[in-house]
């Protein structure tokens, strides 16, 4: 179902939601790969760009989640834990944990070299 490699990274100046980021650069998934977004207000568009995507059920005060919902919203979740997992492990550098204060223009270059040294790692270990 899924390999856990980070197929790719984008970046830009200043502060950009991250979906935001994803609609300019206009990246295009195979309609085949499964987009997941979390639970964010700001991914309600996704569908729309991707047909093949899954975003959770919102549940409000007039209406509540139905039975079938809550099911469903569990199952992305659990799909969705890997994608966090992954985070996990490249919080372990530090360049997504804290504030980066070195040179600006590297930060780019250094992330995707973080991520083809995680690729690598989970070729080795053959994860």
């Known amino acids: 179902m899924t ?15 991250d979906f935001q980021l994803f609609k300019e650069t206009g990246f295009s998934l195979p309609p085949h ?18 047909p093949n995507s899954q975003t959770p059920a919102k549940k409000t005060k007039l209406h509540p989640l139905n039975k079938e919902q809550k099911v469903s919203n569990q199952t992305l979740s659990r799909k969705r834990i890997l994608i966090e997992h ?20 590297r930060f780019g270059l250094r992330f995707s070299l973080i991520a083809a040294v995680y690729n690598m790692e989970l070729k080795i270990v053959g994860k």
């Open 86 to 105: 992954i985070f996990r492990r490249l919080k372990v550098f530090r360049i997504l944990n804290e504030r980066y204060r070195k040179r600006r223009k």
């Open 3 to 17: 390999t856990g490699n980070i197929l790719s990274v984008t970046f830009c100046v200043g502060r950009k939601h």
């Open 33 to 50: 790969v499964l987009l997941l977004a979390v639970a964010d207000a700001g991914y309600q568009g996704v569908a729309k760009i991707h």
